[in-house]
Nanobody, 126 residues
Framework: QVQLVESGGGLVQAGGSLRLSCAASGRTFNIYYMAWFRQAPGKEREFVAV????????YYADSVKGRFTISRDNAKNTVDLQMNSLKPEDTAVYYCASRPYYSGSYPQRTYEYGTWGQGTQVTVSS
C-alpha cells in the first residue's frame, strides 16, 4: 500500500503564492501517476494537475494552467504543487492522489485514483 500526506496549506491574500507538498510512503514503486485535486465547499472534487512519477510529463486543468506548477522529487518521494497568482476561487481543500500503471492519457477522474491523502486547506482572501 501507498500512504500520502499533504502539507503546506494556509491562508493567503489574492495574488499571493503557496507551495503544497505530498509525501508518499509505503510501496512507492507501485506509483505511476501522482495528481492534485481540490474540493471547494458544496462542489465536487476536481482535477488540478498530474505528473508521471518517473518522468517530467505533466498536465494541468485549464483553470490553473500558467499559475500552478506540479513537480516531483523521487529521492524524497514527494510531489509539490507551486501555486502562484492565487485567486479567491482557488479556495478549497487540496488532495494528492496516486495510482499504479495506467496505459491511457493523463488520468483526470477521481475514480482513476485509488490512494488519497487527507487533504490540506487553502484559503485565498480577496
Amino acid at each position: 500500500q501507498v500512504q500520502l500526506v499533504e502539507s503546506g496549506g494556509g491562508l493567503v491574500q489574492a495574488g499571493g503564492s503557496l507551495r503544497l507538498s505530498c509525501a508518499a510512503s509505503g510501496r512507492t514503486f507501485n506509483i505511476y501517476y501522482m495528481a492534485w485535486f481540490r474540493q471547494a465547499p458544496g462542489k465536487e472534487r476536481e482535477f488540478v494537475a498530474v505528473i508521471r512519477w518517473s518522468g517530467t510529463n505533466t498536465y494541468y486543468a485549464d483553470s490553473v494552467k500558467g499559475r500552478f506548477t506540479i513537480s516531483r522529487d523521487n529521492a524524497k518521494n514527494t510531489v509539490d504543487l507551486q501555486m502562484n497568482s492565487l485567486k479567491p476561487e482557488d479556495t478549497a481543500v487540496y488532495y494528492c492522489a496516486s495510482r499504479p500503471y495506467y496505459s491511457g492519457s493523463y488520468p483526470q477522474r477521481t475514480y482513476e485514483y485509488g490512494t488519497w491523502g487527507q487533504g490540506t486547506q487553502v484559503t485565498v482572501s480577496s
